[in-house]
T-cell receptor, first 114, second 112 residues
């Protein structure tokens, strides 16, 4: 199994630009999570999908952030417009679901907004 | 607010010693507890999970859970320099949520 695949690994963009992060979960996993990690705030949950449906998006900072999961094998996290304070490592993780929430993380996307 | 607390460290231990990492949580109804290891510049990796009070051993790692005192710990025996990493505690809270809440992590340094 290839594990959770995220792209891009690194993204450098200018303030105001749109940023799209991509994630392919492990096949057969029913739950998908987007987390953001910074030194100041640690690992923060942004949004949680179960069976492709957003269940909890209370961690999404504001309307500039949006996430979709059009099918079981693909999810995107979009920031529009991006701001310097969005600079962080963004992780996607999947789990088998049905109460078994052992998370498998992707390699992360290092986002730098200048 | 339901919280998971860890000492940020760094915790420094000599090679071969036992490293003890602790985590406390505020939600008394929490059901599942996880330890993730994160090397610098890498993603978190699950290394242990525990659901019942007591000890659970896996190789050099032992997870300990005490629900009455609301803490979970991770012991690493015969610590090696390769164990140097940040250890994240995650707790699956009660109330039907399947979302693990993470602590800020404890940095462990094992020196030769």
């Amino acid at each position: 199994d290839a594990g959770v695949i995220q792209s891009p690994r690194h993204e450098v963009t200018e303030m105001g630009q749109e940023v799209t992060l991509r994630c392919k979960p492990i096949s057969g996993h029913n739950s998908l999570f987007w987390y953001r990690q910074t030194m100041m705030r640690g690992l923060e949950l942004l949004i949680y999908f179960n069976n492709n449906v957003p269940i909890d998006d209370s961690g999404m900072p504001e309307d500039r952030f949006s996430a979709k999961m059009p099918n079981a094998s693909f999810s995107t996290l979009k920031i529009q417009p991006s701001e310097p304070r969005d600079s962080a490592v963004y992780f996607c993780a999947s789990s088998p679901g049905q109460g078994d929430e052992k998370l498998f993380f992707g390699s992360g996307t290092q986002l730098s907004v200048l | 607010q339901k919280e998971v607390e860890q000492n940020s460290g760094p915790l420094s231990v000599p090679e071969g010693a036992i490293a003890s990492l602790n985590c406390t949580y505020s939600d008394r109804g929490s059901q599942s507890f996880f330890w993730y290891r994160q090397y610098s510049g890498k993603s978190p990796e699950l290394i242990m999970f525990i659901y019942s009070n007591g000890d659970k051993e896996d190789g050099r790692f032992t997870a300990q859970l005490n629900k009455a005192s609301q803490y979970v710990s991770l012991l690493i025996r015969d610590s090696q320099p390769s164990d140097s990493a940040t250890y994240l505690c995650a707790v699956q809270l009660s109330g039907g949520s399947y979302i693990p809440t993470f602590g800020r992590g404890t940095s462990l340094i094992v020196h030769p």
